[in-house]
């Protein structure tokens, strides 16, 4: 069994959805489980209506659901069987009539939950699996929809659910292996999941890359691909660096480091479940599926190339925090980890002298709160709109000369922080968030010039 997912471009429209039943197919006797995106910019026309019915704007968020559901029915009816169009046609109706009465509910109560967040962003994926599944069946493949709200037990933390991976996992097993195994090509929405109580979930914007890692544990897949609209995990983001390379292979630690900071190519939570099972992952174009794409495994094949691949994460705050009454006081760094973590805000990148430290923040949600703890025994002033560069490779920290190289490739960027991440394999600095191109460009010009051919493409 292999699980196949097709990312939001590769289910955009008739076409993408006629590459994908084609690629499939060509797959069948591995017996795929396909786990699909919603199709295209959905998840994000959803948000925003949602946004526009709490603001009282309800014509114009019904509007924006008369397009949807137009761009819907255009882009799937040429890909269905005549006999289909009444099933369609129900589903239609139901989904949509369903988002017009939790548009109209939003434009009354003028408030949106993180509940109810999820429960219409979960209809981008829950029409999408619907309609692949149907499209594949007029093409003739045996198919049948599963639905992930049944599947993927999570819990209640709606926006950035976490999965109940044991429960899941036994569920997928008894219920979805059994499917593939006797010749079915089981589809499911990505994204989403249920709390134990059966209210929708989601895993956080980009999860359907997490929802097929899952079900890949869950089945015990002999691997996990994930279709996309580039070659693979590239050196750099190709929409940023166009001569960006593909690499053809990479670890679980890497590829894990590459997409927390920031390449979106993965969800940064796809590695664990596949790594924990060892399963290997694929990145695919479903453009150009003849490309081998990027092979994720447990182990890093030796490379000349000691930097894999240059990540970035943009909208970024630094809180710098200084206190000279610490100067030789033991627990000051204690006390700063406490505050951000009593307030529940991951920190990246830290630097650190005796009497001060930086520290990089994605949210900024509860930052007044931190801010003022944190007045408390130190000065403290914040900077926002920056960013976290960061070269990856496993080899990174035992390979001399890849500080120098950095800081010298930088010259012409004025550089914020500079750390060696936590982990082995980052080493990252923090730039205005005017600078971020620049900075990825250089870098890539350094480290890219030579490639190793048994790993870059
Ligand atoms: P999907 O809808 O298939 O999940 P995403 O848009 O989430 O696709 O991810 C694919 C995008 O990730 C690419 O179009 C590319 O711009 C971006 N990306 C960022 N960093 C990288 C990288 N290192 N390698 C490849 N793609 C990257
Ligand atoms: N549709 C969801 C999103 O846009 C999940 C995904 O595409 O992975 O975030
Ligand atoms: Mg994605």
Redo the contacts with the bound molecule.
């Keep these: 069994m292999i699980v196949m997912k097709?990312?939001?471009?590769?289910v955009e429209s008739a076409a993408a959805i006629k590459r994908v039943t084609a690629i499939v197919r060509a797959r069948i006797e591995r017996q795929p489980v396909v786990v699909v995106?919603a199709m295209g910019k959905t998840t994000n026309k959803l948000l925003a209506m949602a946004a526009e019915a709490v603001e009282g704007k309800r014509e114009s968020a019904l509007e924006q659901l008369r397009a949807l559901r137009e761009y819907h029915i255009a882009e799937a009816e040429s890909l269905l069987a005549p006999e289909q169009s009444q099933e369609f046609a129900t589903l239609i109706h139901d989904h949509f009539g369903e988002l017009g009465q939790l548009i109209s509910g939003l434009a009354i109560m003028g408030e949106l939950t993180p509940r109810s967040i999820d429960n219409i962003s979960s209809y981008g994926e829950r029409l999408s699996s619907r309609i692949v599944t149907l499209a594949f069946r007029a093409a003739g493949l045996d198919a049948v929809h599963a639905d992930s709200r049944r599947l993927i037990l999570t819990d209640r933390r709606h926006t950035q659910a976490a999965p109940m991976y044991p429960e899941t996992y036994a569920r997928l097993d008894a219920e979805v292996a059994p499917l593939a195994r006797a010749g079915k090509v089981v589809v499911m929405g990505g994204f989403i999941g249920a709390s134990e109580d059966g209210v929708t979930t989601t895993l956080g914007r980009?999860g359907?890359?997490l929802t097929a890692a899952i079900v890949g544990a869950g089945i015990g897949a002999e691997e996990i691909q994930?279709?996309?609209?580039?070659?693979?995990?590239?050196?750099?983001?190709?929409?940023s660096v166009p001569e960006?390379h593909r690499l053809k292979v990479i670890s679980f630690s890497e590829a894990a480091e590459?997409a927390y900071f920031?390449?979106?190519?993965?969800?940064p939570a796809t590695v664990l479940p596949a790594m924990e099972k060892n399963i290997p992952v694929l990145?695919l174009n479903s453009r150009r599926p003849e490309v081998p794409g990027t092979r994720i495994i447990r182990e890093a094949v030796p490379s000349a190339n000691p930097v894999k691949?240059?990540?970035c994460k943009k909208h970024i705050t630094v809180v710098n925090i200084h206190s000279t009454r610490m100067l030789m006081a033991h627990g000051f760094l204690r006390r700063i980890f406490e505050v951000f973590d009593r307030y529940e805000t991951a920190v990246d990148v830290v630097s650190t002298s005796e009497v001060s430290v930086s520290a990089t923040i994605d949210s900024t949600r509860r930052l007044d709160e931190i801010r003022a703890e944190l007045e408390q025994f130190a000065q403290v002033w914040v900077e926002h709109n920056r960013a976290i560069v960061c070269v990856v490779g496993d080899n990174i920290r035992y390979t001399p000369g890849i500080g120098a190289r950095v800081l010298s490739a930088l010259g012409p960027v004025n550089l914020l922080m500079i750390s060696q991440g936590g982990s082995q394999w980052n080493l990252s600095v923090v730039v205005a968030e005017v600078d971020v191109l620049q900075a990825v460009r250089l870098l890539h010009n350094e480290f890219f010039r030579e490639l190793d051919p048994a790993v870059f493409e």
Excluded: C, E, R
């Design positions: 097709f990312g939001g471009t590769s995106s980009g359907s890359d994930i279709w996309t609209d580039v070659d693979g995990m590239m050196t750099a983001d190709p929409n960006a590459l920031g390449a979106k190519v993965l969800h990145i691949s240059i990540a």
